[in-house]
């Protein structure tokens, strides 16, 4: 018979981590640009401490909140905030504690700003030879008429930046110049943003995901397809209300030669922006079955959404799982 030591099974992982968070907003629908993940803190809390031999939760409304943080020299701070502003002043995140010899879980500024801005991304990309559609960017006035654009339509309208598909729906998809220059004058008006144009990709859309701990050699790279309905228009695409209300299908990749392209498409892409720890890279095929990329987020959501069930699907992980391989990336960065 075997006995177990439950004193050792009990032993937790003599580390000191941080979750920061900022306060809550006002506004629930508020787009609080400066936040990249919403965490639900409590529940990460909970995981964490399982495993960690101290773990505490930080708010930080002011610089003086931060200063103490670093005082505090945790091992590792785990939290979805880019940035602060104090005295109208952006102090990133990722870079403060970089400077202080602090670990973290993201990315740092250049490459979330990077990722953020969907022009750029598609620029480096494209600069490190990886398939994406071609693309200009507009604004309303900008193209007075359909032989002043720099590639034909049928195109694709998105804001330039943003994240979840805001500014995406049905009208994205426009066949000629009067439905071209109504988008581009509302995602003007209601996102504050000039427009990415891209040729439009109607082939089959995915998500990969990424976690990387490099001080133990491990890289997961993580496909799923996702597959939407068909919006009134006929056509399949991940618009915002599809993504909020979860009205789409996320499946595994089964096929083995594809799984391996999507992965390859993925760490090129993740590499040449720049990406540390985690992220996640869309793509999507065009009619020919070519994969192209189509963005990033190095800030994906640690919720239920498509970086979990990247996990799930692959690995048949849970999320306590997950969250801890996150942590301890981190802490191997």
């Known amino acids: 018979?075997?006995?177990?030591?439950?004193?050792?099974?009990?032993?937790?992982?003599?580390?000191?981590?941080?979750?920061?968070?900022?306060?809550?907003?006002?506004?629930?629908?508020?787009?609080?640009?400066?936040?990249?993940?919403?965490?639900?803190?409590?529940?990460?809390?909970?995981?964490?401490?399982?495993?960690?031999?101290?773990?505490?939760?930080?708010?930080?409304?002011?610089?003086?909140?931060?200063?103490?943080?670093?005082?505090?020299?945790?091992d590792l701070v785990f939290s979805g905030i880019k940035y602060f502003d104090f005295d109208e002043k952006e102090l990133w995140l990722s870079d403060y504690l970089k400077e202080n010899d602090i670990f973290y879980i993201t990315s740092n500024k250049e490459a979330l700003n990077s990722e953020y801005d969907k022009n750029r991304a598609k620029e480096i990309v494209k600069?490190?030879?990886?398939?994406?559609?071609?693309?200009?960017?507009?604004?309303?006035?900008?193209?007075?008429?359909?032989?002043?654009?720099?590639?034909?339509?049928?195109?694709?309208?998105?804001?330039?930046?943003?994240?979840?598909?805001?500014?995406?729906?049905?009208?994205?998809?426009?066949?000629?110049?009067?439905?071209?220059?109504?988008?581009?004058?509302?995602?003007?008006?209601?996102?504050?943003?000039?427009?990415?144009?891209?040729?439009?990709?109607?082939?089959?859309?995915?998500?990969?995901?990424?976690?990387?701990?490099?001080?133990?050699?491990?890289?997961?790279?993580l496909p799923v397809e996702i597959i939407t309905c068909k919006n009134k228009n006929g056509h399949r695409?991940?618009?915002?209300?599809?993504?909020?209300?979860?009205?789409?299908?996320?499946?595994?990749v089964t096929d083995i030669k594809l799984h391996q392209e999507l992965c390859d498409v993925a760490i090129n892409s993740f590499r040449a922006l720049g990406g540390k720890t985690m992220g996640r890279i869309d793509i999507k095929t065009g009619l020919n079955g070519i994969l192209h990329f189509i963005e990033a987020n190095f800030m994906p959501g640690l919720g239920h959404g498509y970086f979990y069930r990247s996990f799930i699907l692959n690995e048949d992980i849970t999320y306590e799982q997950m969250i801890l391989k996150v942590a301890d990336a981190g802490l191997s960065s």
């Open 1 to 74: 018979m075997t006995v177990r030591n439950k004193s050792l099974e009990n032993i937790k992982i003599d580390k000191y981590i941080e979750i920061v968070t900022i306060p809550a907003a006002t506004n629930p629908t508020e787009d609080r640009k400066n936040v990249g993940i919403e965490l639900e803190e409590k529940i990460i809390f909970e995981i964490l401490s399982k495993s960690y031999k101290k773990v505490i939760i930080t708010i930080i409304e002011t610089k003086e909140d931060l200063e103490s943080l670093v005082d505090r020299k945790p």
């Open 237 to 252: 695409i991940l618009d915002y209300d599809a993504k909020i209300n979860n009205l789409e299908e996320v499946i595994a």
């Open 127 to 221: 600069e490190a030879n990886i398939n994406t559609a071609q693309f200009f960017t507009t604004q309303p006035n900008e193209h007075s008429n359909e032989s002043s654009l720099p590639i034909t339509f049928p195109l694709f309208l998105k804001p330039i930046t943003g994240g979840d598909s805001r500014g995406i729906n049905a009208d994205s998809i426009v066949f000629n110049f009067r439905a071209y220059q109504t988008k581009v004058l509302d995602i003007y008006i209601k996102q504050q943003s000039r427009t990415l144009v891209e040729n439009y990709l109607s082939g089959r859309e995915y998500s990969v995901s990424i976690l990387e701990n490099k001080s133990k050699d491990i890289l997961m790279i």
